[in-house]
């Protein structure tokens, strides 16, 4: 079975801090590389943050970088975004998503993604 599950998404003031987890099937979590986006109703799916070809090895778009931070836990099967410093421009709705080969900063190349879960940032 193929899956992503995303969760922890709310309604939170700027400056505050939000982590959002995304529970991944056994085969996604462990042959993927995983992958957060994020959606604006009305425009394009953005990429946020993704491992590469190693956990520790990890990607940030330039208008998050150095206040989010993507982590893994192996045995819970979970892959984490930590948020910190949250802006109302942070307001979306986020996506966990996975891909079989190394990662990619476009959402076509992701064939697989969760339900998503919104964030909304008020000022």
Do not use: H
């Not at 799916?45 to 956990?55: C, D, I, L, T």
């Not at 910190?84 to 996975?98: H, R």
């Not at 076509?108 to 879960?117: A, L, N, V």
């Amino acid at each position: 079975q193929v899956q992503l599950v995303e969760s922890g998404g709310g309604l939170v003031q700027a400056g505050d801090s939000l982590s959002l987890s995304c529970v991944a099937s056994e085969r996604l979590f462990f042959s993927y590389a995983l992958g957060w986006f994020r959606q604006v109703p009305g425009k394009e799916r953005e990429f946020v943050a993704a491992f590469g070809w190693s956990p520790s090895s990890t990607f940030y778009s330039d208008s998050v970088k150095g206040r989010f931070t993507i982590s893994r836990d192996s045995a819970k099967k979970t892959v984490y975004l930590q948020m910190n410093s949250l802006e109302p421009e942070d307001t979306a709705i986020y996506y966990c998503a996975a891909r079989a080969t190394l990662y990619s900063e476009l959402p076509s190349q992701y064939p697989y993604w969760g339900q998503g879960t919104q964030v909304t940032v008020s000022s």
